[in-house]
């Protein structure tokens, strides 16, 4: 079984350390294989007998001792499916938020109940190599998710190509059709091993291929070359044809967007609030920006994010004193005021107003507004 995935899973740590090296390598670089602490990336298995979770698990990073330096579980989503009659997983990776430098890390995934383990290959989270990387996104058609990754390959120079047809007229003269011409990209491996070689050519050959958001409109093979000197790397460099009119956003396809599920007072209410209170689908830590309150339009009070109590993902502010009857209420949430795993939380704006009593306080006890 040909498992391409550039995050390769593997029961045995020391089998997921091999990454195809000459047995003549003494000089090992492992830095081909790159997550940027704030890009999400999305993989599919092929584990030989399958791999499954039923939901229990967890994901840390270790180092090549298997020493544990952080735990990612909140980072990363699995759906769990069946591909050619074996259980695999695809696995989205959020945000992981630290970077590791150059130094080789492994993926460690953890079955809480079974307590078995898989490691991925060695890679490396780091931005160090942000701008002389290149971030991929594939599929072919009919599969279910984009898979993505970062490889330490960079854009060199635009090429181009060009074709026509000629025929020769009744009279004796050439003609030529008019030209059409290809758009090229050339990009440079400088230091890629046996491992990302091997699954950058099935990467190049599938149905949909796109390349730091740019479709790929062709088909390729790269073709090696020799190992420089007593290292386990060699040197590429490849074209692609390139259309600039079809792009690629990442969207993510296994965690959900982050929403503003629920949040009070809303609508009209006919109790005078004391908070204002807000809940999103993920976690959320302070970021900047700012929650304003306005009366009738007229802004009354800006709230800082000092001012902003945070409880998981749970936002709350005092609003005693502030609120009255007969009154509308607008509250306005400016952009990035939260931060999650799935990113900063976007701009929101709600109304409310509060009731004016419709009975006499001789009818109903003071549990009502009333006149």
């Not at 491992?195 to 740019?214: A, D, E």
């Amino acid at each position: 079984m040909n498992d391409f995935s550039f995050l390769t899973l593997n029961p045995d740590f020391e089998k997921a350390k091999y990454t195809r090296a000459s047995s003549m390598s003494s000089i090992f670089v492992l830095n081909q294989i790159i997550l940027s602490p704030n890009e999400t990336y999305l993989q599919t298995t092929n584990v030989s007998g399958g791999i499954a979770f039923d939901g229990n698990y967890q994901v840390k990073i270790v180092d090549c001792s298997g020493i544990e330096l952080m735990d990612i579980t909140n980072n990363v989503a699995i759906n769990e499916r069946t591909i050619n009659g074996v259980q695999q997983i695809d696995f989205e990776i959020v945000r992981i938020g630290r970077d590791f430098y150059n130094n080789k890390v492994y993926l460690k995934f953890i079955h809480t109940v079974g307590e078995l383990i898989w490691y991925s290959n060695p890679i490396v989270i780091t931005n160090i190599y942000k701008f002389d990387s290149s971030y991929f996104a594939y599929k072919n058609v009919g599969d279910q998710f984009y898979q993505s990754i970062r490889l330490h390959t960079f854009f060199s120079v635009n090429d181009a190509e060009s074709n026509s047809s000629s025929y020769t007229s009744y009279d004796g003269k050439k003609v030529t059709s008019r030209l059409v011409i290809t758009e090229m990209e050339k990009y440079l491996f400088e230091k890629i091993d046996n491992f990302t070689y091997r699954r950058l050519n099935n990467l190049l050959s599938r149905n949909v291929v796109y390349i730091n958001g740019n479709r790929i409109t062709d088909k390729q093979t790269i073709s090696s070359s020799d190992r420089t000197a007593d290292t386990n790397i060699f040197g590429i460099d490849f074209k692609v044809s390139i259309n600039y009119n079809e792009t690629f956003d990442y969207n993510y396809q296994i965690f959900d967007e982050l929403q503003l599920i629920n949040y009070a007072p809303k609508s009209s209410v006919s109790i005078i609030p004391l908070d204002l209170y807000g809940t999103y689908n993920y976690a959320i830590s302070q970021n900047v920006g700012t929650i304003k309150l306005y009366e009738d339009g007229a802004l009354i009070s800006t709230f800082f994010p000092s001012d902003i109590l945070i409880s998981g993902n749970v936002f709350t502010i005092d609003i005693s004193g502030l609120i009255s009857v007969g009154h509308v209420y607008t509250v306005k949430l400016s952009d990035g005021l939260f931060s999650t795993i799935v990113g900063n939380s976007e701009a929101f704006e709600w109304q409310f107003d509060i009731q004016t009593g419709e009975y006499e306080s001789t009818q109903y006890t003071n549990e009502y507004l009333i006149n």
